[in-house]
């Protein structure tokens, strides 16, 4: 079982930066690929990025690459999300996501463990 509690988000103008915390409970975090996806108002979720169980390893939407950089902590059992020149339409909640496999998965149903989610809004 492994519990996830994000944190770092807020309201930030377009251009600036935010910076997504994850922490994981339990003692499996280590052995899980981590994910981030986002949710806006009256849209699907969708998928943000991930990283594989050692960090060798990281996938990107195109809508973010160049611009948000993930990564993870094993001692810490955190996993990252460093945003940066935020647009308004970055605005969502953001999960943070755990999947037990080691598959850089960009589908929801990949993922076995998923945090409550917190705000990012941008504003133009």
């Known amino acids: 079982q492994v519990q996830l509690v994000e944190s770092g988000g807020g309201l930030v103008q377009a251009g600036g930066s935010l910076r997504l915390s994850c922490a994981a409970s339990?003692?499996?975090?280590?052995?899980?690929?981590m994910g981030w996806f986002r949710q806006a108002p009256g849209k699907a979720r969708e998928f943000v990025a991930a990283?594989?169980?050692?960090?060798?390893?990281?996938y990107y939407a195109d809508s973010v690459k160049g611009r948000f950089t993930i990564s993870r902590d094993n001692a810490k059992a955190t996993v990252y999300l460093q945003m940066n020149s935020l647009r308004p339409e970055d605005t969502a909640v953001y999960y943070c996501a755990a999947a037990m496999s080691n598959t850089l998965g960009r589908r929801g149903e990949e993922y076995d463990y998923w945090g409550q989610g917190t705000q990012v809004t941008v504003s133009s």
């Open positions: 990283v594989s169980r050692s960090t060798l390893r990281t």
């Open positions: 339990g003692h499996t975090f280590s052995r899980c690929a």
